[in-house]
């Protein structure tokens, strides 16, 4: 295992990294030295041909409960307050951005900037006991960046909710509502998430690159824009081999043998 400050990467094998956010005393907050962290950590990941897919999980009680607020308490000036958030933007980014898949795996607690971080991530899957919430509200701080990542998930109703009340919610309600795919028992939670890893790690890393671009670029887009963009994408993809390898190989029964080009 490798330390890097408060975040650890873990090769899982078959293509799959695991990265653990690992200050434990604070909830794994996202302070200044752990987005950090994280950021050094998915810019190397995303240019690393043996990852495919990344599972990002938090150490110790739970996922992460957000900023830290001592930290916070102590910026006082402006200027540091809208580096700090600009800083966890640019975190939320960089995997929305990236070519790699990336798993939350969340177990206690996912809230405020940790509930953005869940939200960002590809996919999201907890334990049945998880809990989520944007709670800044009752410390007087709107949780206004994390409902960015939060709200392209929820509807606006439920969004609404969980900012105007800072209540949290359950795993189950996490699901009915789209924050996550799926909750299971504490048992369970790894060898089913691993399992969905391998399964998308053995797809083509090069369609996976270009689907996921293509996924977030076209949310953005009015519909007529969105068909042609991604008639584009679909272009580009098609000249790849893997895409000739995978059709052919479909049409002779076969196993595709990709070439991530």
Same mark, same amino acid.
């Given at each position: 295992?490798?330390?890097?400050?408060?975040?650890?990467?873990?090769?899982?094998?078959?293509?799959?990294?695991? *990265?653990?956010?690992?200050?434990?005393?604070?909830?794994?907050?996202?302070?200044?030295?752990?987005?950090?962290?994280?950021?050094?950590i998915f810019?190397?990941?995303?240019?690393?041909?043996?990852t495919k897919?990344?599972?990002?999980?938090?150490?110790?009680?739970?996922?992460?409960?957000?900023?830290?607020?001592?930290? *916070?308490?102590?910026?006082?000036?402006?200027?540091?307050?809208?580096?700090?958030?600009?800083?966890?933007?640019?975190?939320?980014?960089?995997?929305?951005?990236?070519?790699?898949?990336?798993?939350?795996?969340?177990?206690?607690?996912?809230?405020?900037?940790?509930?953005?971080?869940?939200?960002?991530?590809?996919?999201?899957?907890?334990?049945?006991?998880?809990?989520?919430?944007?709670?800044?509200?009752?410390?007087?701080?709107?949780?206004?960046?994390?409902?960015?990542?939060?709200?392209?998930? *929820?509807?606006?109703?439920?969004?609404?909710?969980?900012?105007?009340?800072?209540?949290?919610?359950?795993?189950?309600?996490?699901?009915?509502?789209?924050?996550?795919?799926?909750?299971?028992?504490?048992?369970?939670?790894?060898?089913?998430?691993?399992?969905?890893?391998?399964?998308?790690?053995?797809?083509?890393?090069?369609?996976?690159?270009?689907?996921?671009?293509?996924?977030?670029?076209?949310?953005?887009?009015?519909?007529?824009?969105?068909?042609?963009?991604?008639?584009?994408?679909?272009?580009?993809?098609?000249?790849?081999?893997?895409?000739?390898?995978?059709?052919s190989a479909?049409?002779?029964?076969?196993?595709?043998?990709?070439?991530?080009?």
């Amino acid at each position: 295992m490798k330390s890097i400050q408060n975040a650890h990467i873990k090769k899982l094998g078959n293509g799959i990294t695991l *990265v653990t956010i690992n200050d434990p005393k604070s909830y794994n907050s996202l302070s200044t030295v752990t987005l950090k962290s994280l950021l050094n950590i998915f810019q190397k990941l995303d240019n690393d041909n043996s990852t495919k897919v990344i599972i990002l999980e938090g150490s110790g009680n739970g996922f992460s409960a957000g900023h830290n607020l001592k930290e *916070v308490k102590g910026l006082k000036k402006r200027s540091k307050y809208l580096s700090l958030f600009n800083l966890c933007s640019k975190l939320m980014m960089q995997i929305v951005n990236g070519k790699k898949p990336v798993i939350a795996k969340v177990h206690g607690a996912a809230y405020a900037a940790g509930c953005q971080l869940v939200a960002s991530c590809d996919l999201a899957y907890s334990t049945n006991e998880a809990m989520f919430a944007t709670p800044g509200v009752n410390i007087g701080l709107f949780c206004s960046t994390p409902m960015v990542a939060v709200s392209r998930k *929820v509807n606006r109703k439920r969004m609404m909710k969980m900012l105007l009340t800072g209540e949290p919610i359950t795993a189950k309600f996490a699901k009915e509502i789209g924050l996550i795919n799926d909750h299971f028992n504490k048992s369970k939670l790894n060898s089913e998430i691993l399992k969905i890893a391998k399964t998308i790690s053995s797809k083509s890393n090069l369609t996976i690159k270009i689907g996921k671009q293509a996924f977030y670029k076209q949310l953005e887009m009015p519909l007529s824009k969105a068909y042609k963009y991604t008639s584009q994408m679909m272009t580009l993809n098609m000249m790849s081999l893997d895409a000739k390898e995978g059709i052919s190989a479909f049409l002779e029964k076969r196993s595709p043998k990709w070439k991530n080009k």
